[in-house]
């Protein structure tokens, strides 16, 4: 394994012998979710040598240990992004460990720009695929063997079954769920129009600065995925609004709500 990653491993395995048996990954103005569930144990992503730590505001940086319903969870409060600096293998690092503290399942979150017309900031997507060719592959590089294959298969990258189990959460909580695919760029600049339209032409129907680098790593490993998207926005050129975080973590908050129901759902039925 990864010199970095056992250090980190270790690093955790001093501090808690907690199982999760779902990893979850709180995007940006969604981490409150984290301080609702039945907390067991916290550790600080500046507690574990070696791991990468946020720059951004409006993330908190820690893993929660805990409880949604019966379910046992790990779940990241902040996430750090490739804009940030860090190469793609310290990117996917967090994903890759709460894999090997036993995380089988994994719910990625984040907010988005809306490509697809029929979006609406507030609305919530459920990832159905992503194109991640606009960053690098945290792939790259010597094969993780003990992680992995060499070349793996990204043809259901999101699971045909939480996708499943998604849906129903979403109708049962009467929350009108759209679909679409996810598109992933670096920023931290938000899109031209012109790149938007690119977006569009390639199918995607959101627009990120995560999560398709986490899927990839978390899929490479053997994952279970599901993926929500929180419209927070519309992308440039979709709306004629200038484009700021601020609307961005305000849209987050609205929704938090709804948010907070449908992530507990999903776990519950997972
Ligand atoms: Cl419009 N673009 C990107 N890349 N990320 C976003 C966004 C837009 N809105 C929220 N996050």
Redesign the pocket.
Known sequence: MEKKLQTCLASIREKTDFKPEVALILG?GLGDYADGIQIETTVDYTEIEGFPVSTVTGHKGRFVFGYVGDVPVVIMQGRVHYYEGYPMSDVVLPTRLMGLLGAKKLLLTN???GINENFRPGDFMMLTDHIATGVPSPLIGPNLDDLGPRFPDMSEVYSHRIQDVIRNAASECEIDLKEGVYVQ?T?PN??TPAEVRMCKIWGGDA???STACEAMAARHMGMEIGGISCI??L??GISKEK?DHKE?QETADRVSKDFKRLVTKIIETI
């Open positions: 940006s907010a988005a720009g760029l920023g938000y899109e627009v990120g600065m927070t926005n992308a440039a484009l961005v």
